[in-house]
């Protein structure tokens, strides 16, 4: 019984979306504006209604003893509720993709041919314990003319109900038609996994969260999937680098924020500047608090790292932990990186023009970089505006993914009676 | 084993394509033109090696009692070969969309992002009984730095282990790195399932075929998945329509080639003009062989029309059956296309020029038309050149799908040795 309500719920609420959609693909500008503005005054007026929910969970959170790192990702403060307020001002203040006229051509026959961006539809998001992703989510999509689903963890239900409910109400107000935001408010598996195979009323689906989500709605699904996340980036040290540079890139893109997924998981080092480089950067990555992993050279190198092990080149860590290896030429790093990279965000440090030449050319990732930290793959450093979650697949978008990856496209086509001979 | 070995020889297959594709991404523009000329070449030259090879499918097919219609798309002639060849020869003259810049910018911090486009890396390829897709396929993904991997129908396995031993001999005869074109020789469902499945060495899936092999292929994919194809097309003949216009559009649309996706399934009339057009284009239509299946209000004007059922407005039928239907108004209309239709290809024909612009902006589509046949919806039609299928789902590519829709892109960074504060 439980699984077939929570089927039904799912059912029902896709259908008002698609409804939805239709409406919402012709929305002007000027109404999505209105209605992102009054979804943060609405969160800022209401936000305590949202903060006992959101206690709620933190409690049930801690009585289940959940850790601190996941207790803080669902805790929501004032401070938290005016960030995403922010965050929906800034998205009521980007350009509206819907409309643009992509292409344009006429056709010897006559006819005029246009490509013209359109909205998706309806957007499915499937994410874990941070309440942030229902506001962001919910308002990108707005903006983009789509209408969507959301289907949180089940540790932030409370949180998201709340959310859904202050912000739903004040878009509503501002004319976004009923049924355009959605939250999937039943905790059964069920409920997802009828999500992911609803292809008649759902478009696009948007796992966000750890490897194990993304790898359960890959598997799951049948409605098409953009994958986000998963980044085990590299910096390779050439043997033609700027030491000192590498250096500064390395503790950055390693410690600026080691839990989030362009942070570099793995160092390779050339072998002709390995001894001189790593003396230097490991005893600053050790008082960091970066525990090394690394193969044998590096160990000779520096002793204190701990042996690694195959597994540690195919980890994403997210934690203060790199793993380190020393490579005998450029080759074999572009080959480690093909092996074990998740084509995210690749980086070199080199001071030859050749060496950067191939390794963009020939590294297969969402973004790859020539003397930067591999930190900056994200929508707000790129100059998009705020992003949904980075694709590391090849399909729809790679990379940032912000209102334009939110949109397709269709043909128009005007005619004056041509028939085809 | 013997499935073993089927899921062993894809896993093989994909494996050394990964390899291939790295190569493919960078091959010069003049080795894939070169490598497509000599295929055409060698197609011609080697003609008797590939009919002999046909005629064995032939009597297979025959032996095993396949319809005359299925027999005919299996079948090889020398026409059919210079027609491949010369689809080759075109891919050739089509230019190259692998290094485009899309978009370039520089960021206040110096760091100069590059949007560059770049190949899919491993297009799979899932068809069935024309030879011909083998050949198109090929070309195409070649000149757009993809390896392939192919799987067509068992009847025409043959035939396709001929076409790509020639093939792909000249490919790598011209340059092109060995395992860049492979060919699935098992006719074992497992192979197609373990294709479907192997998401670290295929980056994409385009199922060529009917309703059930797509349906397949969505269901059962992990491996993003394009689909091409159902056709459930509706020209609706509006109230302020041309009525000549409106017969010479739906007579196109529906008889002009009735066996492919943009062709005209269903009919909807407006009913201030229903008697007048239907009395006219029915008896034209009937002329041409077409049997028509009408609504209530459509037999009582064309008495020879069959009874539509729920089910007709569904089908699509790619033969000369048109189900028509009298809608009260220009909403039903739009109702009953966004019900049924698959999103394809759809047209109105009206003199208005408020009904021509809401139906554009309303109507979910790949292509809308004003006043023109559903028929061009066609990679040559619309000026892209050749075309791999025709997309009817919305991520990544929409309608017709040519060189440029076989490619992804990523970023690429330029630094001075920027890190993120």
Redesign the interface.
Known sequence: MAIASAQQEVIEKAKAARLAA?EM??LPTSAKDRALLAMAQALIGRQHFVLEANSADVRAARDAGLSEALIDRLLLSEKRIAGMAAGLREVAGLPDPVGEVIEG?R?PNG?Q?FKVR?P??VVGMIYESRPNVTVDAAGLCIKAGNAVILRGGSEALQSNVALVRVIAEAAHGAGVPKGALQLIETAERAAAQQLMRL?EHV??LIPRGGEGLIRAV??NA?V???ETGVGNCHVYVDEFA?LE?AE??V???KC?RPGVCNACETLLVHQAVAPEFLRGVGPLLVEQGVELRGCPRTREIVPGAHEATEQDWRTEYLDLILAVRVVDSFEQALAHI?DYGTRHSEAIVTRDYER?QRF???V??????????T???DGG???LGAEIGIST????A??PMGLRELT??????????????
Do not use: C
């Open positions: 239709r693909g012709v051509w056709r006819l041919i359109v998706l539809g292809n478009d696009v890959v598997d049948t098409p999937v953009i700027d540079m500064r890139i503790i950055n893109a600026q093909a950067a963009v050319e020939l297969d990732a969402a973004a790859v970089y020539v003397n930067a930290s930190r900056f793959t450093e790129f100059g697949q090849k399909l729809h790679r990379g397709t496209y269709k043909y128009i086509v005007r005619g004056a009676g041509q028939i085809r001979s």
